[in-house]
């Protein structure tokens, strides 16, 4: 079964360090993507860094970057620098290929970043 | 440029109505799709289209139909409402692939009461 965990409902992180936000996925397929989302308490889904299955370098996009481990199934998002506006909640997401080109979402991890 | 516009951004329906949540896209996407959000399970998909006239279900669809007359167009409707489809409500577009941005409405919080 194809399936996205983020087994941290909930963390904290004090301004200005870097935090990271867990992910681990199941899929037999071999090729894939990986998604992080923020869903800021106004309620939008903003994209935030995409990896494909067959990147060989972890991709970046300004503070974010994307830990890719694949033979540990692994996903991570490391944040830099955390700023106020950080806090929100994050969804790791995957897409496989399939006719769907659905995205499968895990349960999401809120973050709060502390002055 | 509009992005993906969904209305109504708030709806309070009682137990047995029926409801449409609109979505349109302007980028000329030729894969929409419409997701629940519920607390502590993530997204999940209820119906998709990969373009104009052709849809399916996805993993969630009981008591949602779609339809797709318009490449623009992706209205997600409610038969008979029932309090278990209280959720927040997503419309996403995206092009066809595996490295493609998906692109988000601002979300409907519906109520069934």
């Known amino acids: 079964a194809q399936k996205i965990t983020q087994t941290q409902p909930g963390m904290f992180v004090q301004e200005k360090e870097a935090v990271t936000l867990d992910c681990t996925y199941d899929t037999s397929d071999q090729s894939y993507g990986l998604f992080w989302y923020k869903q800021p308490s106004s309620g939008e889904m903003i994209f935030l860094i995409y990896?494909?299955?067959?990147?060989?370098q972890n991709a970046t996009e300004g503070r974010y970057s994307l830990n890719f481990q694949k033979a540990r199934k692994s996903a991570n998002l490391v944040i830099s620098a955390s700023q106020l506006g950080d806090s929100a909640m994050y969804f790791c997401?995957?897409?496989?290929?399939?006719?769907?080109?659905?995205?499968?979402f895990g349960s999401g991890t809120r973050l709060l970043v502390r002055p | 440029n509009a992005g993906v516009t969904q209305t109504p951004k708030f709806q309070v329906l009682k137990t047995g109505q029926s409801m449409t949540l609109q979505c349109a896209q302007d980028?000329?996407?030729?894969?929409m799709s419409w997701y629940r959000q519920d607390p502590g399970m993530g997204l999940r998909l209820i119906h998709y289209s990969v373009g104009a006239g052709i849809t399916d279900q996805g993993e969630v669809p009981n008591g949602y139909n779609v339809s797709r007359s318009t490449t623009e167009d992706f209205p997600l409707r409610l038969l008979s409402a029932a309090p278990s489809q209280t959720s927040v409500y997503f419309c996403a577009s995206s092009w066809a692939g595996m490295n493609t941005e998906a692109f988000f409405g601002q979300g409907t919080r519906l109520t069934v009461v």
């Open positions: 997401a995957m897409r496989v290929m399939d006719s769907s080109y659905k995205l499968i």
């Open positions: 980028m000329n996407h030729e894969y």
């Open positions: 990896q494909g299955s067959y990147d060989e």
